[in-house]
């Protein structure tokens, strides 16, 4: 059922007439003009969500009386014309019209391209207010609806605006940089810098002059001076991601920083003083690395301040149908597409179990938006891009488990019955079913004149 209401303005009575019975039996409503000051008026009353215009109108008769009317017009407007003229069409489309028709109309070419027009103006229309969500929601960039997410959420705005060391925990890929940008966000040091380090990913004996900077000469290669990421992050924050990783070495001197709020770049006699808010994140059990002796506890204790626990995807599913919106709003907003995914394969996207958290949620969205080519995700997206994985797709259908249960019964009893040549005791066994079992099921599906092989 269409629900639009149409407005079709054209001086030809008899035309407006049949426009309107071919819409009409497409479930639209439709409204009827003869001139631009008429379709004025209706347009002034009326909610209408697509004009089919006619260009050459009274009392002119010439396409400019129709061409005038079309930037007017907030809904789609689709121009038919006697003349197939190319030029008036370029105009027209120029003037801000969504398609063109030639006349004579064929009825089957009118339904698809009004429903075309509508659905994708209805598509633009949710665009244009996901889009203005986007900027309004502060969500602090953490998508979810989960229990975990909204008291992190609430936690970050209390705990942001003090100068508290934070460190997050949490399964890699679970959002633990995001929760640390959002700290930084809501802080009095949003306007000074982010800098995050990767502890784990620096070679241990780079790390001390990446962090603390060096003077020139200081070693072989020092030609000048450089400042570290720990003078960089003055009067902002210092993200210390995969803290675990950090060497043992370079644990004595973070602490000392820490403690001091100043430090010696390396080969400089010069004290330099900071004033920096540490935030760090691991995977690991960093209390069992304590306890192991691969972590100093007066560090632990140190960075440790308020402590903040990200959860897998698998331990907060609810998440997941927010995430999956959106980072294919993000997708649709960045690439100018209006993509969507169809139910079953949503289904399916919801209850993956997603391994790698969201970044692997993300990277999938992304992937399958891509090769979407402009349309709709499906499960044949999904199977191209899961294929040699064990997860089976489903096709749900419309009819109910129970009639899609009993289905697949007939389906396997018949085949067992085909495979012992309609022996009912040896298909009985095949199934793992007694005969007396069987025959019963067959009765209720009305098999039984399926007839036993002598
Ligand atoms: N709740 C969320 N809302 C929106 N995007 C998220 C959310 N959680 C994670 N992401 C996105 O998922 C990706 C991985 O997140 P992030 O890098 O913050 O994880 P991580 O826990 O720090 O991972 P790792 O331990 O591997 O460094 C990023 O692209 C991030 O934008």
Redesign the pocket.
């Given at each position: 059922m269409n629900d639009e209401h149409i407005l079709v303005v054209d001086d030809e009575p008899a035309f407006c007439e049949l426009c309107k019975l071919w819409l009409v039996q497409q479930g639209y409503t439709v409204s009827v003009a003869s001139d631009t000051e008429q379709a004025r008026q209706i347009l002034v009353k009326q909610t209408i969500g697509l004009i089919l215009l006619d260009l050459a109108l009274p009392p002119s008769f010439t396409p400019e009386e129709g061409l005038q009317l079309i930037p007017e017009c907030e809904a789609p407007v689709i121009v038919m014309t006697g003349h197939a003229d190319r030029e008036l069409a370029l105009t027209a489309i120029k003037n801000g019209a969504w398609d063109f028709l030639a006349k004579p109309i064929d009825p089957d070419m009118l339904a698809i391209v009004v429903k075309r027009a509508l659905v994708k103006h209805e598509l633009e229309l949710q665009l244009s207010q996901l889009r203005q969500q986007l900027v309004q929601d502060d969500d602090m960039?953490?998508?979810?609806v989960s229990e975990n997410?909204q008291s992190t959420r609430q936690l970050i705005s209390r705990i942001a605006p003090t100068d508290v060391p934070v460190l997050i925990t949490?399964p890699?890929?679970?959002?633990?940089?995001?929760i640390a940008k959002a700290i930084h966000q809501h802080s009095s040091r949003k306007s000074q810098s982010f800098i995050s380090v990767h502890c784990g990913a620096i070679p241990a004996d780079l790390l001390e002059s990446e962090l603390f900077g060096y003077k020139k000469g200081a070693f072989t290669g020092a030609d000048k001076d450089r400042v570290g990421l720990i003078a960089l992050a003055d009067n902002g924050t210092l993200f210390l991601?995969e803290i675990g990783e950090m060497p043992s070495a370079m644990q004595v001197k973070l602490l000392r920083v820490l403690q001091e709020g100043s430090f010696y770049p390396v080969g400089g006699r010069d004290l330099v003083k900071v004033n920096i808010r540490i935030v760090s994140?691991t995977?690991r059990d960093l209390l069992g690395a304590v306890a192991a002796g691969h972590f100093r506890d007066d560090l632990f204790y140190r960075i440790k301040g308020i402590t903040i626990q990200?959860l897998s995807l698998l331990q907060r599913k609810q998440?997941i149908p927010a995430?999956i919106q959106?980072f294919l709003l993000r997708y649709n907003v960045k690439n100018q597409t209006v993509i969507t995914i169809r139910a079953d394969a949503f289904a399916w996207l919801t209850n993956n179990q997603w391994k790698g958290n969201?970044?692997e949620l993300?990277n999938t969205i992304e992937s399958l938006a891509a090769i979407a080519q402009g349309q709709q995700v499906t499960t044949d997206e999904i199977s191209f891009l899961f294929t040699g994985n064990e997860t089976m797709l489903v096709e749900l259908s419309d009819e109910s488990l129970e009639q899609q249960v009993k289905q697949l019964e007939i389906r396997l009893i018949t085949a067992a019955l085909e495979q012992c040549n309609g022996n009912r005791t040896h298909a009985a066994q095949k199934l793992k079913l007694s005969r007396q079992g069987l025959l019963k099921k067959m009765e209720r599906y009305g098999l039984n004149t399926l007839r036993e092989q002598s």
């Open positions: 960039g953490l998508v979810g997410i949490g890699s890929g679970t959002g633990k940089e995001i991601d994140a995977n990200t998440d995430l959106h969201v970044r993300k």
